[in-house]
């Protein structure tokens, strides 16, 4: 509609197409709540109050708020395409994303980016996306792509680019690499944020990568972190995902005084958990649950993420502001009955509405390169102790433990009763034969392997095993999926799951995704795991820019001293 029309509906010069009548309606500038009628013409609110409309809608006295946001979200971590992550997440209320492709960036490069702008048109959300910083994010691993400056300008102009993704690689910052600190200049003459990612960053470090222009960050893990780094002007964004879950230890830093510097976001969550708990709403209705004013949180999902990424049109129900909206009952604890987006009725009690069309799905290359005749999992001993990764529970971190190593015919193998499992990860993008090697505990498997093409960030394949024989057979089976997650056991495969787009993203809707990775965790779990989802756990352990020990292709990764390190201590 031309601004002129709009004007003209807001005036009541003409019929609106909507009015959603009797609501209570949740002001996100103000914090109150008011009873009125709203007016919608072209997917456009335009006012309040008595109109002329082609529908009215009695929404009942119920609540109505503004649709929710996710201020980062790796959409590939759900294992689903883009149309069946947004038909599951609109249905809970996130009306908008701000995703990061970077996970099928450092499989694809600019090929996946690009992938994700074309497979997000027509869907029944607002998808944008800020630009992957750190492809690869170390040169400790071997990746499918490296991103320069020159490959990301491109896209840094396009509508949907909201900022810089997470700059993960903050010792570049710090010691200002000249590549970096191109891409933090790139982005800063467009006038977009960019975005932080920097555990237990403090003090001088912090100050020299907030000086940088970094301008928010999703890994606190304490109150006293987020507090340092609210108290220097970041923009904190609570996580709660399906591996890293934050938002109990950092509520206590939510008040009236911080929260409007705050935000939800879930990072990486697997499909199961949007099933089960839902998504930002789930956030939201935690938060409420733990002390937090309603309003304050639903401020934290709508406006607080649209003023920073600078969406002006959603995040509020104001004149001017598209009509993505959510209905629902309880304000002590909101389930979204209702979903609008753009105007449009997308979702009902959960469900998104068979009117909805489906886009066409994007075709995408293949992208395994592995010989699986020369992997060797075995490891020769060079001395009595080993380095060990220590998993923490409910989290992305992992301590650094040296530990006594069990050798059997000159060979460091896994010590079941110790908890002590082999680990390693194989190169699948350039066909390299590089296997890093090594050992993590915390697991609990007693019998068995498991093992995935999803593993942050360079997405080779990963797996973990009390034998090399299950290791083998497990590694087998993801390679001739064409990517994806597996289980084995005595040599034989007890579940799967394919991932044909880039090894990172099924076809299927999510309920089937779901479904498999139920038969994923529970085969896990007959094996002896303790973890709650130990693929997501596996996925992280590749990760070499958080603390403290890490594995990629190329070995262990000390990530403190952010160098490679042997597997054997003298």
């Given at each position: 509609m031309a601004l002129k029309e709009i004007i003209r509906s807001a005036r009541g010069q003409k019929p609106v197409d909507l009015v959603l009548s009797n609501a209570r309606i949740v002001n996100v500038f103000s914090g109150e709540i008011f009873s009125g009628d709203i007016a919608v013409s072209d997917g456009y609110i335009v006012g309040f109050g008595t109109y002329d409309a082609e529908n009215t809608m009695d929404i009942g006295g119920r609540f109505v708020a503004p649709g929710f946001i996710d201020?980062?979200?790796?959409?590939?971590?759900?294992?689903?395409?883009?149309?069946?992550?947004?038909?599951?997440?609109?249905?809970?209320?996130?009306?908008?994303?701000?995703?990061?492709?970077?996970?099928?960036?450092?499989?694809?490069?600019?090929?996946?980016?690009?992938?994700?702008?074309?497979?997000?048109?027509?869907?029944?959300?607002?998808?944008?996306?800020?630009?992957?910083?750190?492809?690869?994010?170390?040169?400790?691993?071997?990746?499918?792509?490296?991103?320069?400056?020159?490959?990301?300008?491109?896209?840094?102009?396009?509508?949907?680019?909201?900022?810089?993704?997470?700059?993960?690689?903050?010792?570049?910052?710090?010691?200002?690499?000249?590549?970096v600190l191109g891409k933090i200049n790139m982005a800063r003459r467009e006038r977009k944020p960019v975005d932080g990612h920097a555990p237990g960053l403090s003090d001088h470090d912090l100050y020299a990568y907030m000086a940088a222009?970094?301008?928010?960050?999703?890994?606190?893990?304490?109150?006293?972190?987020?507090?340092?780094?609210?108290?220097?002007?970041?923009?904190?964004?609570?996580?709660?995902?399906?591996?890293?879950?934050?938002?109990?230890?950092?509520?206590?830093?939510?008040?009236?005084?911080?929260?409007?510097?705050?935000?939800?976001?879930?990072?990486?969550?697997?499909?199961?958990d949007i099933l089960e708990e839902g998504h930002i709403d789930s956030m939201v209705r935690k938060a409420i649950f733990a002390g937090v004013d309603p309003v304050i949180a639903i401020q934290m999902a709508t406006i607080n993420p649209a003023e920073y990424f600078r969406i002006q049109n959603v995040g509020a129900i104001a004149p001017g502001r598209r009509a993505d909206l959510v209905v629902f009952s309880d304000l002590d604890s909101p389930t979204m009955e209702t979903v609008y987006c753009g105007g449009v009725r997308v979702a009902k009690n959960g469900k998104i509405l068979p009117e909805i069309e489906t886009p066409d799905p994007v075709l995408f290359p293949p992208s395994m390169n592995v010989d699986l005749e020369k992997i060797d999992f075995s490891i020769p001993a060079e001395t009595g102790r080993i380095?060990?990764?220590?998993?923490?529970?409910?989290?992305?971190?992992?301590?650094?433990?040296?530990?006594?190593?069990?050798?059997?015919?000159?060979?460091?193998?896994?010590?079941?009763?110790?908890?002590?499992?082999?680990?390693?990860?194989?190169?699948?993008?350039?066909?390299?034969?590089?296997?890093?090697?090594?050992?993590?505990?915390?697991?609990?498997?007693?019998?068995?392997?498991?093992?995935?093409?999803?593993?942050?960030?360079?997405?080779?394949?990963?797996?973990?095993?009390?034998?090399?024989?299950?290791?083998?057979?497990?590694?087998?089976?993801?390679?001739?999926?064409?990517?994806?997650?597996?289980?084995?056991?005595?040599?034989?495969?007890?579940?799967?799951?394919?991932?044909?787009?880039?090894?990172?993203?099924?076809?299927?809707?999510?309920?089937?995704?779901?479904?498999?990775?139920?038969?994923?965790?529970?085969?896990?779990?007959?094996?002896?795991?303790?973890?709650?989802?130990?693929?997501?756990?596996?996925s992280f352990l590749a990760l070499p820019v958080i603390p403290e020990l890490k594995i990629t292709d190329k070995g262990l990764v000390d990530v403190v001293r952010f160098k490679i390190v042997p597997l054997f201590v003298d």
């Amino acid at each position: 509609m031309a601004l002129k029309e709009i004007i003209r509906s807001a005036r009541g010069q003409k019929p609106v197409d909507l009015v959603l009548s009797n609501a209570r309606i949740v002001n996100v500038f103000s914090g109150e709540i008011f009873s009125g009628d709203i007016a919608v013409s072209d997917g456009y609110i335009v006012g309040f109050g008595t109109y002329d409309a082609e529908n009215t809608m009695d929404i009942g006295g119920r609540f109505v708020a503004p649709g929710f946001i996710d201020a980062h979200v790796h959409i590939e971590s759900s294992m689903t395409g883009i149309t069946e992550f947004a038909r599951s997440v609109v249905a809970c209320g996130t009306t908008t994303v701000v995703a990061d492709p970077h996970e099928i960036a450092n499989v694809l490069g600019t090929e996946g980016i690009n992938y994700m702008l074309r497979s997000s048109q027509g869907q029944p959300m607002n998808i944008y996306f800020t630009l992957p910083s750190c492809v690869p994010a170390t040169n400790m691993e071997t990746s499918g792509a490296t991103l320069m400056k020159e490959d990301l300008l491109p896209f840094m102009g396009h509508e949907r680019m909201l900022g810089l993704a997470e700059m993960m690689n903050y010792p570049g910052v710090i010691n200002q690499d000249p590549e970096v600190l191109g891409k933090i200049n790139m982005a800063r003459r467009e006038r977009k944020p960019v975005d932080g990612h920097a555990p237990g960053l403090s003090d001088h470090d912090l100050y020299a990568y907030m000086a940088a222009g970094i301008s928010s960050d999703h890994e606190c893990t304490t109150d006293r972190e987020a507090t340092e780094k609210l108290s220097l002007g970041m923009h904190i964004m609570i996580r709660e995902g399906t591996a890293a879950k934050n938002l109990d230890a950092l509520i206590p830093v939510v008040n009236e005084r911080t929260a409007r510097r705050m935000m939800w976001c879930t990072d990486d969550r697997h499909p199961q958990d949007i099933l089960e708990e839902g998504h930002i709403d789930s956030m939201v209705r935690k938060a409420i649950f733990a002390g937090v004013d309603p309003v304050i949180a639903i401020q934290m999902a709508t406006i607080n993420p649209a003023e920073y990424f600078r969406i002006q049109n959603v995040g509020a129900i104001a004149p001017g502001r598209r009509a993505d909206l959510v209905v629902f009952s309880d304000l002590d604890s909101p389930t979204m009955e209702t979903v609008y987006c753009g105007g449009v009725r997308v979702a009902k009690n959960g469900k998104i509405l068979p009117e909805i069309e489906t886009p066409d799905p994007v075709l995408f290359p293949p992208s395994m390169n592995v010989d699986l005749e020369k992997i060797d999992f075995s490891i020769p001993a060079e001395t009595g102790r080993i380095r060990v990764m220590d998993i923490v529970p409910d989290q992305i971190i992992t301590e650094h433990c040296i530990l006594d190593a069990i050798i059997s015919q000159g060979k460091a193998s896994a010590d079941i009763s110790r908890d002590i499992l082999k680990i390693a990860v194989i190169e699948r993008h350039t066909g390299s034969g590089n296997v890093g090697k090594g050992f993590v505990r915390g697991f609990g498997l007693k019998r068995g392997a498991i093992a995935s093409s999803v593993a942050h960030d360079s997405h080779n394949v990963i797996v973990v095993g009390t034998t090399d024989d299950d290791m083998n057979a497990a590694l087998r089976a993801v390679v001739t999926m064409g990517g994806g997650l597996a289980a084995a056991c005595d040599n034989k495969i007890c579940a799967g799951l394919a991932l044909p787009i880039a090894g990172l993203m099924s076809r299927e809707p999510v309920k089937v995704v779901s479904d498999q990775m139920d038969r994923l965790i529970h085969a896990a779990r007959e094996f002896g795991t303790t973890l709650d989802d130990p693929f997501m756990t596996l996925s992280f352990l590749a990760l070499p820019v958080i603390p403290e020990l890490k594995i990629t292709d190329k070995g262990l990764v000390d990530v403190v001293r952010f160098k490679i390190v042997p597997l054997f201590v003298d």
